[in-house]
């Protein structure tokens, strides 16, 4: 269970690194600039949870391995940007593999912390989104997870359907890949076909 | 003690999600959108305070009930946005009362912890106010309590007035009323008069 | 040792507390706001390593003498904004100063928790720019950490020099010396000259 954990965040910490040096290099950050941007982009949402709970070590200051794939990811991004032009949307395609994997992973933290299951799944919408929101807010723009194409909701309903696994007594690997890919296949059709959640505003 | 700061907080957390979702309206960003804005408004300061304290435990992670509530204000701001916009700044009265009750909440937790009362200030103006400092940031805003009327310094006063009270001995519940009573008022007038503080720019 | 961090913190504080401050009056803030961003540009970065890591005290919370220093930095700010007008681009000279001292502390917390060598300079990188990161965050513009002139590099390389004199058994003062004068002056010259990062961006 903790080498799965581990698994899949290295890989989600790959994808995201990747998302946050896109966006740095559309700013034209400075190649540091860019590596910052890429680590906060990667490890800010799970982050942001370790430190909210109590007794949890960061999970990056004693797995060194995300520092590598950190920079792996950010010398990927810088080396390919062109190839990346052609891809449509390359950044919101690693952004969507990155939530994915993280909403999962801090679901699963949030049970082993015997947390209830509101509770886990902000977490998981916490650990899956909030790098991106730190990378937005660090780039000084409003963050993407708030405007119209559905975000957040995909991160919530998607740690739901995990929840729901899980209590029904799936195992894995069936538990984690049906709400992962359930997370990163909706982000993709939501940016493809522009769904926005109904309007509130529509009358006004 | 601990009840009242669990009303306290709960009361606060209402009307500070109302604050939270009247801002992300304003902004028009989506239905979940407006909800993590009210949610990051609502526990954004009391969560800052709790993962500076060693040991703390984030409120909001094992008393759900402050989440329906959040959800419950959030409702609340949707549904009365209109009539909500006869009222002159419904979201300065809203932030006014989370302030206060915020604030003192604080302040009362430094105590708790036994740390010097300027530390007690600090983290109370930390709670009353960094949940509309991180809604601010979110919304890609210069946060309002740097802004020209008196903020900060009306929830530094209000702390004042607390430990000084508890110092003489004053009991609950003119204790925590005084100075709560005090931050929405004085707020209230702040922004009714548009009072500021003396400028430090006069000459240039 | 704990002594010497004192001392380094203080100065640290001290230095980046004007610099805040000469942020947050450029802005036209009010006087309780320029004194909030004097305070969280100083302890903004030594904060965030604080609640990274499990079981260290948040150091200003038990350490009073921070929040003088702080106080005193920002009236020094304030009564002489006109003269540090005088001196070019005071606001970098300070900032270099509490970058320097700020790394340095970092790096030699991120030993005493037995850390990996990449994570000590990654906790002294935060350590003396996530102040300033935070600073530009609160009054909404892009950090200048991000900007052209070579910054989190030279925080980097500083906190890698000391890494390195510890390894060979170099003991204190100079070994504290060395990197700090290194950080100090390498950002001086890189102000003075403008010198940048070689552009990753040149055949665009």
């Known amino acids: 269970m903790e080498l799965i954990l581990n698994y899949i965040g290295i890989i989600g910490s790959f994808a995201l690194a990747i998302s ?3 966006t740095a290099m559309h700013k034209r950050f ?46 990927f991004a810088v080396i390919f ?22 909403t999962i992973a801090g679901v699963q933290i949030g049970i082993s912390f015997e947390l209830s299951p509101i509770i886990c799944i902000i977490l998981g919408t916490i650990t899956g989104s909030f790098g991106g929101v730190i990378r937005d807010i660090f780039v000084n723009e409003v963050p993407v997870i708030f ?6 909701t995909v991160s919530i309903v998607g740690g739901a359907i995990y929840l729901t696994l899980y209590k029904l007594g799936v195992s894995n690997p069936l538990l984690q890949i049906v709400p992962i890919l359930f997370i990163i296949i909706t982000r993709l059709l939501v940016i493809k076909y522009k769904i926005s959640l109904p309007s509130i505003y529509a009358k006004e």
Chains 1, 2, 3 share one sequence.
């Not at 990346?84 to 939530?99: E, H, N, T, V």
């Open 20 to 22: 946050g040096a896109l």
């Open 30 to 75: 400075d190649p540091f600039g860019v590596l910052i941007i890429a680590f906060v982009t990667a490890v800010g949402g799970g982050t942001v949870r370790d430190i909210m709970l109590t007794g949890k070590t960061v999970f990056w200051l004693e797995q060194t391995s995300y520092i590598y794939f950190i920079i792996a990811g950010t010398f």
């Open 81 to 102: 940007r062109n190839k990346l032009g052609y891809i449509q949307k390359p950044l919101l395609f690693f952004d969507a593999i990155g939530l994915g994997l993280y």
């Open 147 to 152: 405007k119209k194409e559905i975000y957040a």
